[in-house]
């Protein structure tokens, strides 16, 4: 018997894993973390309000954070292999980091979205060598990804169904870890809320996941939106929800229950109006003296009826909420007249109630 017949095997993929380990590592470790913004709401005396700003990751959004996890777990699952194919059924901001990380890889992109998306996002994808699929309805992009993955013999990276499985929520520097992290030299470094909008539902996973395995008393609020499937599924327990028409705000809302989403760790939800997100968008940016997205709005929105029921009972206290993205992606949309108008959304209302309430504490 030779020496050769006692060779062990090599396994072709694992020099190609190991150097796309690496870039993904050095992508993190090329990154700070994000800011935790708090502004000052003269209307809100004992309440402090923080912003995590995920708009400054490198793709510009919240999504970066989601992106790496699906790549990490689709390279340590044996799914994402040299010159593998990725498909992914998007509304926009996951596919624009994900086709960033397919470009450090050197590996083909394609998203799939529907025809409402953005220019933006479509035009970030495209830069980062990405080609976009657009189909017609939300519904659709489910099954075109997963076919055309198929037919690639490539690998279909399904953020609605892997995001809540990709993040190591108990630690590893995800979303919760930091916020804590940097909430705790505050003066109440355990908020009592935490609100975030559901897409996927990976964050608020992870999130709720995390406040119950570190036993902190701060609750969970998911603000979901118009024509979303998510709020409906929560209040009844019916998972099989459908939503039949489109949401408007891009990034957030459903027409199905997404896996992702664990109604089981979130302590309460409420519906916010589109044109009350909206609104809640343009406050903000002009506050914070740059644009945020319409997602974001849902969550300061959502934040600030918090706030006002905490104020109504004389509690003081902290409330923190995610910056998902930044608002230039949105020019030709929520921030132009033209757009509002054709689609029968009148901000003007919910913006003056939350310019009062920011101002006086007065939320009517």
């Known amino acids: ?26 992508d993190r470790h090329r990154s700070a973390d994000t800011h935790l913004l708090k502004p000052v709401f003269k209307g809100l005396p004992g309440i ?48 624009v980091s994900e086709a960033y990380f397919a470009q450090l890889l050197g590996l083909p992109f394609v ?9 933006a996002k ?9 080609r976009c699929h657009l189909v017609g309805r939300p519904d659709e992009v ?18 609605f169904t892997n995001a809540e499985r990709a993040t190591d929520w108990r630690g590893n520097n995800n979303i919760a870890v930091s916020i804590f992290e940097q909430m705790r030299q505050e003066p109440h ?13 990976g964050t608020s996973a992870t999130l709720g996941r995390y406040i119950r395995y570190r036993n902190l008393d701060t609750r969970l609020c998911v603000a979901d939106v118009e024509f979303s499937a998510f709020y409906d599924a929560f209040m009844t327990g019916d998972m099989g929800v459908i939503c039949d028409r489109p949401s408007r705000i891009e990034g957030v809302g459903r027409p199905r229950v997404e896996p992702s989403f664990i109604p089981g760790v979130i302590d309460h939800m409420m519906r916010v109006p589109d044109a009350a997100s909206i609104a809640a ?9 740059r644009r945020v997205g319409a997602s974001t709005g849902t969550n300061f929105h959502a934040l600030c009826r918090l706030a006002a029921g905490m104020m109504r009972e004389g509690r003081e206290g ?23 108008a054709a689609q029968g959304i009148d901000i003007a209302p919910h913006r003056a109630r939350l310019e009062q309430f920011l101002d006086t504490g007065e939320f009517r």
Not at 113 to 119: A, D, F, I, Q, Y
Not at 123 to 130: N, S, Y
Not at 189 to 201: E, F, K, L, R, Y
């Open 48 to 95: 402090s309000v923080y912003l995590k700003d995920e708009s400054t990751h490198p793709t510009g959004s919240l999504k970066h954070r989601l992106a790496h996890s699906l790549f990490l777990y689709g390279i340590c699952n044996g799914k994402i292999r040299e010159g593998t194919t990725l498909v992914e059924a998007s509304s926009g901001s996951t596919a």
């Open 189 to 201: 470094p355990v908020p009592d809320w935490i609100v975030m909008s559901a897409g996927t539902g």
């Open 1 to 26: 018997m030779t020496t050769d017949e006692f060779a062990l095997p090599e396994c072709a993929d694992r020099g190609w894993t190991r150097r796309a380990i690496e870039i993904l590592q050095g």
């Open 111 to 119: 998203a799939v979205m529907t025809r409402s998306t953005s220019p």
């Open 122 to 130: 479509i035009e970030a994808i495209e830069r980062f060598g990405g």
């Open 142 to 159: 489910y099954g075109v990804a997963a076919r055309l993955a198929q037919e690639a013999g490539g690998h279909y990276l399904d953020q």
């Open 281 to 289: 968008a343009h406050v903000l940016s002009e506050r914070l003296f």
């Open 318 to 340: 902290a409330l923190v909420t995610v910056i998902c993205d930044g608002g230039d992606r949105y020019a030709g949309t929520y921030y132009d007249p033209d757009w509002l």
